[in-house]
């Protein structure tokens, strides 16, 4: 995997475990990045105005404030990424956390190798895939101006919701969309009532059967298991 | 079988027959007075309703015999001539067999009724007893899914850093990452230690062995093991210089202060003081642990020994509300007392009472 320099990037640990925040500490120093601690939800508001981090791990079983209240708080104030760390199995708090402003989440325990890969990818979502431009990658090519999607040259045809939903993947640069961010962006429905999921479901069916080589293994569009969907960027 | 030897015997024991004889008497007494005023043969009654008590307080053994000396009774006492065991009137000898029949009956019917009660009463303490298996292993689940991943965490955070990333680590940093790997499996260690605990204790099958220790060394055994969690920690000691070997199982009363100094760290601010005594007090040794933490309400004070209860605002913290009951059961074991003050916002002091042995 292509190393990008992560040398002097800033980064706010925070998490009530002392271990973790150790762990943490030493490996992401190692890696060039300047640490930073918190230990309470009060704390990582504190330590954020004093430090300016450029990105944040948070841990959702925080003491004195629910993990996906804190996220949505801090997401009000910084626009730099946050990923979410839990120990929960619960999709819930993930799906809520990610609703919430997150912008990922690793479900602990997690290798070291997998938490810089993800801090990576979602520094390099800062740069933003711009609306008007030709999106491209491999062989596979969306025109956003004309609305056309190619691949390997060929022309593809997508129904207006199944270019609605791939087109916010794209512009979404590999973050995790959760159901309800794609059913308020493309049907502009907030509730996830079992028909509209189910309605989902399909189009998704149906626009990977037109643009997955093999749709029963996707290999742009990921299923997040219980949480949602999310393009596949060319590093990944 | 009317009568069963066992149940006689036990009921004999209970004074029961004393009881219902009592009853017999007190029926008379109270015939004696109005027996002017009505017919004999409606005196029965008052046998009647003494049979009826008997039967539904003590029994089917009581019951029938109340019945037998109340014929007996009602025939010295009541039935004409009075004070001999001979009757006039043929049909007295009806009211006898009515009075006898109707007492075994009732007899029958109550003990019947009891029997069934005393089933449902024992079904109940059966579902009881499932639910709280029930509640243990649902509370070995959470701690499994919370406590126990806590330190796997950190473990394999630390490990695959060193197997990925080697080259970027330096030699400090590989052992600090080495160190807090074994740090955390103490800690998992200590958990799993307290799991099988309460299912030992749980069973009945804790065993405590017990030799001359010097305080000292407990003391000092329990902080070592704490040491991670101590490193930045100001502990006050303070050991009377003149404390004799105490008695007492060295593992399980060092599992005690773990408990106890983990919770003092645990529930207190990091540049909070911890203090940790030991001293004599009579024919007792004292050890005792104070925090200058958040204390305990006045409503978790008292449930703070029961198994798995987690004081209001702990449940986010790490915890299977399982450590304060090992320490009572381990101290009762101990033949000691263990008992906790605390003023909320001020701190808690929890002491443990141990018997100094003469031998």
Request: hydrophobic share 40%; proline share 4%.
């Amino acid at each position: 995997m292509k190393e990008e320099p992560t040398e002097g990037l800033r980064v706010l640990v925070v998490d009530d475990e002392k271990s973790i925040r150790k762990f943490l500490r030493v490996s992401l120093s190692a890696h060039g990045y300047h640490v930073s601690e918190a230990r309470t939800a009060q704390e990582s508001f504190e330590v954020y105005a004093s430090s300016h981090p450029d990105i944040i791990l948070l841990d959702l079983g925080l003491p004195d404030m629910d993990g996906v209240v804190v996220a949505g708080e801090l997401r009000k104030r910084v626009k730099i990424p946050i990923i979410v760390l839990t120990v929960r199995e619960d999709e819930k708090s993930k799906i809520s956390a990610l609703d919430n402003g997150a912008d990922d989440y690793l479900t602990k325990p997690f290798g070291m190798g997998e938490l810089l890969a993800r801090m990576r990818a979602v520094m390099r979502r800062m740069v933003p895939v711009e609306e008007g431009a030709v999106y491209k990658c491999d062989n596979f090519s969306v025109d956003f101006t004309k609305r056309i999607v190619q691949i390997e040259g060929k022309r593809v045809h997508l129904t207006p919701t199944e270019y609605d939903i791939l087109r916010i993947l794209i512009l979404s640069g590999g973050k995790i969309l959760t159901h309800r961010q794609i059913l308020q962006e493309v049907w502009n429905k907030s509730d996830d009532s079992e028909e509209i999921d189910h309605l989902l479901r399909v189009t998704m069916s149906n626009l990977r059967n037109k643009i997955e080589p093999n749709p029963d293994r996707p290999a742009y569009i990921l299923t997040e298991p219980g949480v949602g969907y999310r393009f596949r960027t060319p590093s990944d | 079988m009317i009568f069963r030897k066992s149940e006689f015997l036990n009921d004999l024991m209970k004074k029961l027959y004393f009881k219902s004889l009592g009853l017999v008497v007190f029926m008379s007494l109270l015939g004696e007075f109005i027996h002017r005023h009505i017919e004999p043969t409606n005196l029965v009654m008052l046998y009647l309703l003494a049979v009826v008590v008997s039967a539904s307080i003590w029994g089917r053994g009581p019951a029938i015999f109340t019945s037998i000396i109340s014929v007996i009774a009602f025939d010295f006492l009541f039935a004409p001539p009075r004070f001999t065991m001979s009757v006039y009137d043929a049909q007295y000898i009806l009211t006898f067999s009515g009075l006898f029949i109707v007492g075994i009956v009732i007899s029958e019917l109550t003990a019947k009724m009891r029997e069934r009660t005393i089933e449902a009463s024992r079904r109940e303490t059966q579902i009881e007893l499932l639910k709280t298996k029930e509640k243990l292993q649902t509370a070995i689940l959470n701690s499994i899914s919370h406590d126990l991943r806590t330190p796997l965490v950190s473990i394999t955070g630390a490990l695959s850093s060193i197997l990925n990333n080697g080259k970027h680590l330096d030699k400090e940093m590989q052992t600090e990452l080495i160190k807090t790997a074994y740090d955390e499996s103490t800690r998992l260690n200590r958990i799993f230690g307290n799991l099988l605990d309460m299912t030992r204790i749980e069973s009945g099958t804790l065993k405590v062995s017990y030799r001359p220790c010097e305080m000292r060394d407990v003391i000092g055994v329990s902080l070592e093991e704490l040491k991670p969690d101590l490193e930045e920690r100001n502990v006050h000691i303070d050991i009377a210089r003149d404390l004799p070997d105490v008695t007492m199982d060295f593992v399980f009363i060092t599992k005690v202060l773990i408990n106890l100094i983990d919770n003092a760290v645990k529930y207190s601010p990091p540049e909070s003081s911890i203090y940790v005594s030991a001293q004599r007090a009579d024919n007792s040794l004292h050890i005792v642990i104070k925090d200058e933490g958040f204390g305990i309400s006045r409503k978790d004070l008292p449930k703070v020994f029961d198994k798995f209860y987690r004081g209001e605002g702990t449940e986010k913290m790490h915890g299977t509300g399982l450590g304060l009951p090992i320490c009572k059961s381990i101290v009762e074991a101990h033949k000691g007392r263990i008992w906790l003050e605390s003023v909320e916002g001020r701190g808690t002091t929890v002491t443990v009472e141990l018997p100094l042995r003469q031998d």
